[in-house]
């Protein structure tokens, strides 16, 4: 695996309607009562995204504001400010050591889902991604997220004199310096950080320090120090009340050297100590083939000629012949722990007995390339398209045979849920969330070994599945009838936030002391 160097997620009581009641007054309490969560992200897809976390920032939140009052905090990126451009000022963050004062305000999303956003212009207002333009990272990350992180503090310190975390929710290396930075405050409140990927750590020179406000005593080993450099991740994995991840089996993978990033030493201490789980994530009720507006054709479970409108639509955006041969696709990022070399490898098979190949994203510039190229060779049977367009994935989860997934690693992965649920079934190596996500044989094929002779094998089962109607009908059907939706993974946070924030009367008692 790499692991890169650069700095780049109550039961209800009776209504009452008399006004004064006792059963009134006691309802008042318990909704007043419940836990205050501010779930901290860098990305959300309802503004930006640029991955996986995104879209868990966009659906986790909303499956849990059933018993929690949760509020999101995002950067005021360009993106987010077009969107709301009259947004509340609620509260003024202070300016700390090299991060610039600066307004907090407050807007909510079309549902009403509240959103904290963190308005610097010199930070957030920018052209590109939220971590940079034409693939360079902007050179102030550190900054730009420290301050996320300190206003995540700051909001458990009670900035918003209206409102006021019980329990942060961070996620990945963007957030993970808030628990830190209470801890060097003397506050105790509780937290959760949430890796969705641990091969991005935010990386910095430790002369950094002080432009961040960090103490020099928490450079060592038991704090911010990572080989002689400043690691915000390390320091959420070290302060933090509870670590995540976003599978159970990558929770136990980077608890181990191949997959821990240099960080399985104390990943494992948090494991001994109780304090690492691995909860899956979900995908959104909008990802339903009766219901998909992106779709040339919506289709029920059994209705494959629904399906194959879809794939003839896909092989007409594509420039793809007609044929009754298998359809593989790829929607992906187009880098090197996607496994897409191996892809590339196995494609010339794949051709040779009769198969397309249809593959959008974008990435590295050397595989857009070698996919480009590809289908140059292989007019009709490979199509391309550098980039990504909602509509295309839609009906390219909709329309495929197969979806390819041999990732090295991956810490959930959503395209194979998507898929899935499409009644396309993946082609994935057994590693992290793939390995809990798809039934070898039953919904799809897993490979153990990240390799061309892997990879080969488990397209080789495919095209023998495809032969046969019978099975490939039945495997269509199971996947088709796979849960993957949020219940469960909002479960298993409420259990988490239950143990570290406690009961009605923990909460009183520490709003009280606040």
Not at 314 to 340: D, E, M, N, Y
Not at 411 to 420: F, K, N, S, V
Not at 434 to 442: F, I, N, P, Q, S
């Amino acid at each position: 695996m790499t692991c890169p160097a650069s700095a780049r997620s109550a039961s209800q009581a009776p209504a009452v309607s008399s006004e004064g009641s006792p059963d009134g007054a006691i309802e008042a309490v318990r909704g007043s009562l419940r836990p205050r969560i501010l779930y901290a992200t860098p990305e959300m897809a309802d503004f930006v995204k640029t991955g996986g976390l995104g879209e868990v920032a966009s659906s986790l939140p909303r499956a849990l504001r059933q018993h929690y009052d949760v509020r999101i905090l995002i950067p005021g990126y360009r993106q987010v400010v077009d969107r709301h451009p009259e947004i509340a000022v609620v509260a003024q963050l202070p300016g700390s050591a090299d991060m610039p004062p600066c307004d907090l305000g407050l807007t909510e999303t079309g549902d009403g889902l509240p959103v904290y956003v963190i308005m610097s212009p010199d930070l957030y207002d920018r052209d590109g991604s939220p971590y940079g333009d034409q693939g360079v990272d902007f050179s102030d990350n550190d900054l730009r997220f420290g301050r996320l992180s300190l206003a995540a503090a700051e909001l458990a310190q009670g900035i918003d004199p209206a409102w006021r975390a019980d329990l942060l929710h961070l996620n990945d290396w963007q957030t993970a310096l808030a628990p830190a930075y209470l801890a060097w405050r003397g506050q105790r409140v509780p937290s959760v950080l949430t890796i969705h990927n641990l091969a991005y750590q935010g990386l910095f020179p430790w002369e950094n320090l002080g432009r961040l406000g960090v103490p020099e005593s928490a450079f060592h080993i038991d704090g911010v120090e990572f080989y002689g450099k400043l690691s915000f991740l390390k320091a959420g994995l070290f302060y933090a009340s509870h670590v995540t991840t976003v599978s159970e089996t990558y929770a136990h993978e980077i608890t181990t050297p191949e997959f821990g990033c240099g960080l399985d030493g104390l990943l494992r201490t948090r494991a001994h100590q109780g304090r690492l789980a691995g909860i899956l994530n979900g995908i959104d009720e909008a990802w339903d083939p009766r219901t998909d507006p992106h779709l040339a054709t919506r289709f029920e479970p059994d209705d494959w000629k629904g399906k194959r409108a879809n794939a003839d639509a896909v092989r007409g955006r594509f420039g793809l012949g007609v044929s009754r041969g298998p359809l593989f696709a790829i929607v992906s990022r187009l880098v090197h722990q996607k496994g897409v070399d191996l892809t590339l490898a196995a494609a010339e098979s794949i051709v040779a007995e009769g198969g397309q190949l249809v593959v959008t994203g974008q990435g590295e510039p050397r595989f857009e390339a070698a996919f480009l190229d590809l289908a140059r060779r292989h007019p009709g049977s490979v199509g391309v398209r550098v980039g990504f367009e909602e509509t295309d994935a839609h009906r390219m989860f909709a329309g495929s045979d197969f979806l390819l997934m041999p990732s090295r690693f991956e810490p959930c992965g959503l395209a194979q849920m998507y898929a899935q649920r499409f009644g396309s079934l993946p082609i994935a190596h057994r590693t992290g969330g793939l390995a809990d996500t798809v039934e070898d044989g039953v919904t799809g094929f897993l490979f153990g070994e990240a390799s061309l002779k892997g990879l080969s094998g488990a397209i080789r089962r495919a095209f023998d599945t495809f032969a046969s109607k019978r099975r490939l009908g039945a495997m269509r059907r199971n996947a088709m009838a796979r849960d993957f939706g949020w219940d469960r993974a909002a479960e298993g946070y409420g259990s988490l936030y239950t143990r570290a924030v406690g009961n009605g009367a923990d909460l009183m008692r520490s709003r009280a002391a606040a």
